[in-house]
Nanobody, 115 residues
């Protein structure tokens, strides 16, 4: 099993920055990739950024140039640096890990961007 714990969500004003962290523990082998998803009220969950174990990175178009995903293998932690935040970035952000065809999710962390 894999456990994921997110942190770093907060209330921030538009134009501000936040860094989300996701600490992974458990059976951390044969990992395909990790990523960040978000779900705003009344909307479907969407993939925001993904980082495969081979180093490939993908971002949803709306965050390109503003968000950056990175990973510290020594700490088993994935980060999401979010700059130039907009009110439409308001959502619960979830960390996810894909391993051997199975998805694992964290509990989510709230990001609220005030206008």
């Amino acid at each position: 099993q894999v456990q994921l714990v997110e942190s770093g969500g907060a209330l921030v004003q538009a134009g501000g920055s936040l860094r989300l962290s996701c600490a992974a523990s458990g059976a951390l082998f044969s990992i395909f990739g990790m990523g960040w998803h978000r779900q705003a009220p009344g909307k479907q969950r969407e993939l925001v950024a993904a980082l495969t174990d081979s180093g490939r990175i993908n971002y949803v178009e709306s965050v390109k140039g503003r968000f950056s995903i990175s990973r510290d293998n020594a700490k088993n932690t994935v980060y999401l640096q979010m700059n130039s935040l907009k009110p439409e970035d308001t959502a619960v952000y979830y960390c996810a890990l894909k391993r051997l065809g199975q998805d694992f999710w964290g509990q989510g962390t709230q990001v609220t961007v005030g206008s």
